[in-house]
């Protein structure tokens, strides 16, 4: 077992695991924080022990590294709050089980596993790649551990990693799990769709004052005046700013050296890429191409393959090898190969040549300038923002502070959360809409942030509530409606009759030769794709099913009525298909195993039976301040 931990170290997997193990450390907390005395545990796990000082130093790190990643301060309520300290102690305690579980198997780490590991791990190496005594020492310091208490916990974890591969060794996922999931979403599907548009309905007359007022009543969520605001807001934009600054010209060519392939583009080429399983096949499929037999598009749909599957884009040389490049860049238009790729021999097919660009200084300039002028103008709007906020501090108007600093100002009535975020620039900015909806009226409000470095000072000057619409003001809208309503009702019953005689039996085409729309059939698509022409609602509808069920759907314009004509079934053997059944299989097993080891470590813990001291835990809580 010794060996096998030895050799474990060895790997690539177990280096990137250290490493991980020691930013872990960072933030579970391994150090020391002293609380005068050791005293009695958190949780003690058979001889494993929870002490306060290392749950206290654990929750302090955790905290800190929740408030790296939010940009927010973590106090203790917070943390409480959301659970942390029961998070990290779960943690811990799983950790000291698993400890447990390797001193009963007699599994430890011994020093020369313990050696290689630290001596191997790049956080511990100086300049030249080798272990560094004295970084290895700062690193820990810089942490906050002790050496002793570092290579306990590391000899520790080594043991643990030892069990985790014991347990995950050979799990593997249920046989054809992967080739079932494969098919499933490589399979693709033709529709039929007749749409019958509501401008086909029969004209339902004009309503009664009884039918409106029925559909005013039942649909009263419809119809209402929205809250409207009159606001006032100052603008700090970084855009309106920078036209106003002049770039010097040396400092634009510097930026135009220092842009590299930005403004020399390389030749890119359009093409297309079939893999075959072998050379034998892709060259027979070239020589049938090169005879005029076959094309790219026969041989690609010969392999279940759309057009969108084969296709690579606009390509560089940089995007392959030597070989391959060399081959690709300089072939003229049509198809080469059988080349080596990843997956297998491959045929491209060279569609367009795009030759290589470049922009001169004096085309670029503009573009330069601005980008240059927009990065100063963040700084500048920064400082104008602060100026902005003084002055409103100060007791100044928005109307004077626009006057004295030359500021926009913009006045708007009548707005609505709506049509705000359907304006253009600034006005949609979410935070601007939050803020105009939040103030009361004449509230002073603070300097807040909206979009791109740009800033607002808002006063809201008037509100209007939202309010039901009574009838007589919604009228036209509720007529329109009930008319939309009544033709829809009318299609439905249509394409469900038309339904009842697909089910019967009858042909589709005598079908539609009835209705007042034809049959437009969609492309070839997979599950998780949307075809053009397809109501969303028939898509979920026939997910499912087999060939030849049909579904009456709303549709944008009316009423649909889908059949599913075809199912193609995905080639798994070759190209795309087998390439999927392989990352499938490998997520699987490796969801197993994780899964195997997650019940593994769960059946020890509660085995084990963890002792807990809530009192211990809130003393460690209560020492962070």
Do not use: C
Not at 274 to 301: H, R
Not at 329 to 353: E, H, M, W
Not at 390 to 409: F, H, N, Q, V
Not at 492 to 509: S, Y
């Amino acid at each position: 077992m010794l060996h096998f931990l030895r050799r474990a170290s060895k790997t690539w997997a177990f280096r990137i695991l250290f490493g991980l193990l020691v930013v872990s450390f960072a933030v579970w907390g391994v150090g020391d924080l002293d609380l005068g005395g050791a005293g009695t545990p958190v949780a003690s796990v058979g001889e494993e022990k929870v002490t306060v000082e290392d749950f206290a130093n654990g929750l302090m790190r955790e905290m800190q590294s929740v408030s790296r990643r939010t940009g927010q301060p973590v106090d203790r309520a917070r943390a409480e709050a959301m659970g942390l300290p029961q998070q990290l102690l779960g943690r811990m305690v799983r950790d000291a089980a698993l400890n447990e579980e390797a001193r009963r198997l007699g599994l430890s780490a011994d020093d020369h596993a313990l050696r290689e590991a630290i001596l191997e791990s790049p956080s511990f190496q100086g300049l030249d790649g080798s272990f560094d005594e004295d970084q290895y020492r700062f690193v820990l310091d810089q942490l906050g551990f002790r050496v002793d208490r570092f290579e306990t916990d590391l000899r520790k974890s080594l043991a643990r990693d030892a069990i985790a591969r014991g347990v995950r060794e050979g799990a593997t996922a249920a046989p054809g799990m992967a080739s079932s999931l494969a098919a499933y979403g490589l399979e693709r599907r033709v529709y039929a769709v007749i749409d019958l548009p509501l401008s086909e309905a029969p004209d339902p007359g004009a309503p009664s004052e009884a039918d409106l007022s029925a559909w005013h009543e039942s649909h009263a969520d419809a119809y209402g005046w929205p809250e409207r605001r009159d606001a006032v807001w100052l603008e700090i934009s970084p855009e309106a700013l920078a036209e106003t600054l002049e770039i010097p010209e040396d400092r634009l060519r510097a930026a135009y050296e220092a842009a590299g392939e930005r403004f020399a583009v390389p030749e890119r080429r359009a093409v297309d890429r079939l893999v075959f399983p072998d050379d034998e096949t892709a060259q027979a499929a070239l020589e049938a191409i090169e005879s005029g037999q076959s094309d790219f598009d026969a041989e690609a749909e010969k392999r279940g393959l759309a057009p969108g599957d084969v296709d690579e884009g606009e390509v560089t040389r940089a995007d392959y090898d030597a070989e391959t490049a060399e081959a690709l860049f300089s072939a003229d238009l049509g198809v080469v190969g059988p080349l080596p790729t990843p997956l297998g021999p491959a045929l491209f097919n060279i569609r367009a040549t795009i030759p290589a660009r470049t922009t001169p200084f004096e085309q670029a300039r503009e573009t330069l300038r601005r980008e240059q002028a927009r990065a100063e103008a963040r700084d500048l709007g920064h400082q104008r923002a602060e100026e902005a906020a003084d002055l409103l501090a100060s007791g100044e108007t928005l109307e004077r502070i626009a006057e004295e600093t030359g500021l926009p100002l913009r006045r708007e009535t009548g707005l609505t959360r709506e049509a705000m975020a359907e304006a253009t620039g600034l006005m949609a900015a979410p935070a601007l809409i939050e803020e105009v909806f939040a103030a009361e009226p004449s509230e002073e409000r603070d300097l807040v942030e909206v979009a791109g470095g740009a800033y607002v000072l808002v006063r809201v000057d008037e509100v209007t509530a939202a309010a039901p619409m009574t009838l007589d003001e919604a009228r036209d809208r509720v007529a329109a409606d009930w008319a939309d309503g009544q033709r829809r009702e009318a299609l439905t019953g249509m394409a469900e009759d038309a339904l009842a005689r697909l089910e019967a039996g009858e042909p589709l085409d005598a079908v539609a030769d009835t209705l007042p729309a034809g049959v437009v059939r969609t492309q070839p698509s997979r599950r998780d794709e949307q075809p053009a022409g397809l109501p969303v609602p028939a898509r979920d509808a026939l997910a499912d099913a087999e060939a030849g069920a049909a579904t009456v759907t709303p549709s944008p314009d009316g009423v649909a009525l889908v059949k599913l004509v075809e199912v193609m079934p995905a080639d798994l053997d070759q190209g795309q298909g087998a390439e999927l059944v392989e990352r499938w299989r490998e997520a699987l097993d490796d969801a197993v195993a994780n899964d195997l080891y997650v019940y593994y470590a769960a059946a020890v813990q509660e085995r084990l039976a963890p002792q807990y001291n809530p009192q211990a835990m809130d003393r460690a809580i209560n020492s962070i301040r």
